[in-house]
């Protein structure tokens, strides 16, 4: 008896399509996670040291806020941040603790959402970035980084075109769409930069302008140049992110040549105020003639603009670290932990007070 022949049993195209589709979508879902979860684990090991958390902010990530918490939120560039240092050696860390033995029944935490690069234009963009963390007090420290704003801006060294004056996460396209600020691609450009020239530091010679000689300065390193980074990128690869700057355009003329910089200022206490908080300004200790002057502008500028304003405070700290004194200043500009404790404690009572009084 003769065998029929094998009847081959096509699938449907619509069918064969689905599965392809199908088998597609599960394998990029199973990439994303597992990326997402290599991504977790990157940030835990670095958060402590010289990174940000999942979150992009220093140290632990802040829950929800319990009941009758004060919570305060710092933002800065590389000082706050407290660069070449861990997290619990800046002074956003030490304004908490001191707080706390202050107010021992009363919840308090602070947040460091300092970043190295940024300047006082950013600060509103930070303000509305982290608006969900419901602050109480916002505590602006910074001044080093918008020297140069407003007499030579400085160049970027990746890509001239593009300002340093940028909302540094936001150059993450997943911080913008999200919160959430992968650090997976910045350990990438690290272990292949240690592969080309065996040294991160040389890598990065041509852009990091302070560079401590503390155990965490390759990270801490890789952490301020990872704008240039993004923007080289970009250049070679296509439009990745949105280079545009998310700065503030305020100016303020009564401030002379640092119309930009209290104008940057201005907007961020006037945003504060208009959403019930309160603002801490603080003028970071001198370095040069050039930073007495710009903060002489700003203090008039506080006082012509919020002479009676309840909900804002200046704090002039120019003279309370000697930026001369290498047992308190590791390179001209930056706090080792005992400076950045001395600022934390002129910090406790203007704090303090804006809590007592709200």
């Not at 001191?98 to 029944?105: A, Q, T």
């Not at 910089?261 to 603002?279: E, I, P, Q, S, W």
């Not at 600022?343 to 009084?357: C, G, K, Q, R, T």
Request: charged letters at 20%; glycine letters at 6%.
């Amino acid at each position: 008896m003769t065998t029929p022949p094998a009847v081959k049993v096509r699938m449907p195209t619509r069918r064969r399509v689905l599965v392809v589709v199908t088998a597609l979508l599960i394998v990029a879902v199973v990439g994303v996670v597992l990326l997402l979860a290599l991504d977790i684990y990157l940030h835990r090991r670095v958060q402590y040291d010289a990174g940000v958390n999942v979150w992009g902010y220093r140290g632990p990530v802040i829950g929800k806020k319990k009941p009758g918490e004060r919570r305060i939120i710092v933002i800065g560039g590389s000082t706050a941040f407290g660069y070449g240092l861990r997290w619990n050696e800046s002074f956003p860390y030490y304004l908490e603790q001191k707080l706390k033995v202050r107010e021992p029944r009363t919840p308090v935490s602070v947040v460091n959402l300092g970043i190295p690069t940024d300047s006082a234009r950013t600060f509103v963009a930070t303000l509305n970035d982290y608006a969900y963390l419901d602050y109480d007090v916002a505590v602006f420290y910074e001044g080093y980084n918008d020297l140069g704003l407003d007499v030579n801006p400085p160049k970027n060294m990746t890509n001239p075109a593009v300002s340093h004056y940028l909302a540094w996460r936001h150059q993450s396209p997943v911080f913008r769409w999200t919160g959430y600020f992968p650090i997976f691609p910045l350990v990438l450009s690290e272990k292949a930069m240690v592969l080309l020239h065996g040294d991160l530091n040389a890598a990065y010679d041509n852009d990091i302008v302070f560079r401590p000689t503390l155990t965490t300065r390759t990270t801490a390193a890789a952490l301020k140049s990872v704008a240039d980074i993004g923007v080289a990128i970009e250049r070679r690869f296509g439009q990745l992110t949105n280079t545009t700057s998310i700065v503030s355009a305020v100016n303020e003329e009564g401030c002379g040549r640092w119309t930009q910089y209290c104008g940057a200022v201005y907007d961020a206490v006037l945003h504060t105020v208009a959403n019930r908080k309160n603002a801490i300004v603080v003028t970071q200790p001198y370095i040069s003639d050039l930073h007495i002057d710009q903060q002489t502008a700003l203090a008039r500028m506080l006082a012509r603009r919020f002479p009676r304003e309840p909900h804002v405070r200046y704090l002039n700290l120019g003279s309370a670290v000697n930026m001369k004194d290498t047992s308190l200043v590791y390179d001209g500009i930056h706090l080792v932990a005992r400076g950045n404790e001395l600022v934390a404690e002129a910090l406790v009572p203007v704090v303090l007070d804006l809590i007592h009084n709200q």
